[in-house]
RNA sequence: GGGGGGAUACCAGAGCGGUCAAAUGGAACAGACUGUAAAUCUGUCGGCUUCGCCUUCGGAGGUUCGAAUCCUCCUCCCCCCA
């Protein structure tokens, strides 16, 4: 994997680059929709491509290997071709699901035990073990296996955490290396940066991480309940510590803002199921602002969702059309905002892209943000 | 013509003497959602000057300390037999 900096914003540390993987370029900053089964849900790869312009999708560890397994993954020649993207994917560990899924799982030094959602079987994730199904998966980035903490979090948990994950990456870069990739294209990995709250830990964990981050690297444990401006605080920081020339990617972040404020801060990749299950839930982010689709001012509402969105289902469809898909319970309703909020964030990103080339990318921001937060 | 059942809030539908402004669904209205156990979840849902009060359970009377619940009559609906 190689990462080229084009541009360097002068007001902010925002820049803009391009990613070389296997599977195809990827231009920084950029946005990747949350495909944790396999698949963005309620979007068509074409969509994707054509009508999104994703350029980066990802794909999850813990999911996939319970369903639909290692076997039909290898069989299929990896994930970029089982699911028909063949493109450039990340996948991330499982880190997730062991704060997401705390009620079923079992912690320890060894990795995590999961109970199965599906039918309840007892799992253990290592992280070795971890590697090798990413290995299965065929992602072109590997998280490494985390542990993303709760928000609140103690001082002692989080630091007992962070040390842990730390730990956990050794034995992530130890696999990593006395592996090969199963599918004939080089596969990299990221290290994830913890330690919750506290900015000692933050340095610490961002110090760990930079000595030993050779492609890319990545922030977790933030937009987990923390307020915005503790997120944005501890971004700056740990991006002062990371190293200038890999990519760093904040996981699971965010709004509109959010991303925004992490561009400012020199992130260059992102992701959050936000566009596509708000979507799927009838808010929609637009440029100038956040609308409630199934609200009843919509009901005669004959004008297009966006006139000027960056989505073919923006001019084809109305307003008052949508809110009565949404009411009627269609599955369409959930597929048109899924689209047409994926493709807002990657036009988002694009801009901003395009902004810090520009130069002016501080000026645009600060009159986008307020834009596109407000609530229509 | 004879016999029986029923009318409850926007809809459907519990309740069958006090703990009932009335269960439960649905609809409606609003909100939440940040590396997806989510096409999910939450709240409100008679009125008001809202720790309380007022008006409601087809209509009119009555019994009772007290009625959506019991009695009488009326109106409408449904079913069975001829």
Known sequence: MDFKIEAKDIATKARSGQITTAHGKIETPIFMPVGTVGSVKAVQVSDLKTDVKAQIILGNTYHLYLRPGLEVLKKAGGLQKF?????????????????????????????????????????????????????????????????????????????KSMQMTHAWLDRCIAQYNATEPLYGYHQTLFPIVQGSVYKDLRRESAEKIASVAK??????????????????????LVCDILPKDIPRYLMGVGTPENILEGIAQGI???????????????????????????????????????????SYVDTLYTKAYLRHLFHAQEFLAGMIGSLH?????LWLVGEARKHILLGDFAIWKSGMVKQVMQRL
């Open 83 to 159: 699911n028909g993207w063949n493109r450039p994917i990340l996948t991330d560990s499982g880190g997730y699901q062991v704060y997401s899924l705390s009620g079923t799982r079992k912690l320890s030094e060894e990795g995590v035990v999961f109970r199965s959602h599906i039918d309840g079987s007892k799992h253990l994730f290592t992280p070795e073990r971890v590697i090798d199904i990413e290995r299965c998966i065929g992602a072109d980035i590997m998280m490494a296996f985390d542990e993303c903490t709760p928000y609140p979090c103690s001082y002692d948990y989080a630091r």
């Open 215 to 236: 492609e890319g690297c990545s922030i977790g444990g933030l937009s987990v309940g923390e307020p915005k401006e503790v997120m944005y605080e501890l971004t700056e």
């Open 268 to 310: 260059d990749m992102f992701d959050c199921v936000m566009p596509t299950r708000n979507g799927r839930n009838a808010m929609l982010f637009t440029k100038n602002g956040i609308l409630n689709m199934r609200n009843k001012k919509w009901a005669e509402d004959f004008s297009y969702i966006e006139e000027d969105g960056a």
């Open 341 to 345: 909020n994926l493709a807002f964030y």
